[in-house]
């Protein structure tokens, strides 16, 4: 059992680039997250999505965009990289249950220059 | 505005002793309240939590305390451990009923135990 894993571990981008974030999770659970950690704060969601190819927009949702096609997998796009989007960005998944904790991948580190 | 106020950044503990850490909130629609652990270079691990029926639950050397009334929660970690040396966030839900990203997170605060 993995758990919620995601690649790749680190990504140096230019601005302007583009790039996706995979996040895999081997749980069965329906729900799925995309937080960003930034210094000195707390996790901020960016998207989330409650099933199969649902998706909804978090706190930070700007200059992101994700796809769950199937329910294992949740994507976070970059279009255009900016440097204000480096980050390190965390993906989570639960089962959706009243109650039910949060289960976090091990995150990415993204510089964006 | 943060809706989840942890006001202290970091806190330095002795083995054995005691360790609070503290998180005050504003939204009175929270229903749920979790803390999770972070080590340097590793993703969140929940650590315990609460709903907003109880005023206390506990998990061997973890307890966590809500006082609704003053909006505050705490987590007591007794005895303190150099293990537990990790930062730790508060995180709190208006939807108990059904997890739907709606965990807002505490920036943090980092527990020293030293030997």
């Known amino acids: 059992n993995a758990g919620v894993t995601q690649t790749p571990k680190f990504r140096v981008l230019k601005t302007g680039q583009s790039m996706t974030l995979l996040c895999a999770q081997d749980m069965n659970h329906e729900y799925m997250y995309w937080y960003r950690q930034d210094p000195g704060m707390g996790l901020r969601l960016i998207h989330y999505?409650?099933?199969?190819?649902?998706?909804a927009k978090g706190e930070v949702p700007d200059g992101y965009n994700v796809s769950r096609l199937k329910k294992q997998n949740f994507l976070l796009g970059l279009e255009s990289a900016a440097p204000s989007q480096t980050s390190v960005y965390f993906c989570a998944s639960d089962p959706g249950l009243a109650g039910a904790e949060q289960f976090f991948g091990p995150g990415t580190r993204l510089t964006v220059l | 505005d943060q809706q989840v106020k942890q006001n202290s950044p970091s806190l330095s503990v002795q083995e054995g002793r005691i360790s609070i850490l503290n998180c005050d909130y504003t939204n009175s629609m929270f229903d749920y309240f979790l803390w999770y652990k972070k080590y340097p270079a590793e993703g969140p691990t929940f650590l315990i939590s609460i709903s907003s029926i109880k005023d206390k639950n506990e998990d061997g050397r973890f307890t966590v305390f809500l006082n609704k009334s003053a909006k505050h929660l705490s987590l007591h970690i007794v005895p303190s451990q150099p293990g537990d040396s990790a930062v730790y966030f508060c995180a709190a839900s208006d939807n108990y009923g059904g997890s739907q990203g709606n965990l807002i997170f505490g920036k943090g605060t980092k527990l020293s135990v030293k030997p």
């Open positions: 999505s409650v099933g199969e190819g649902t998706t």
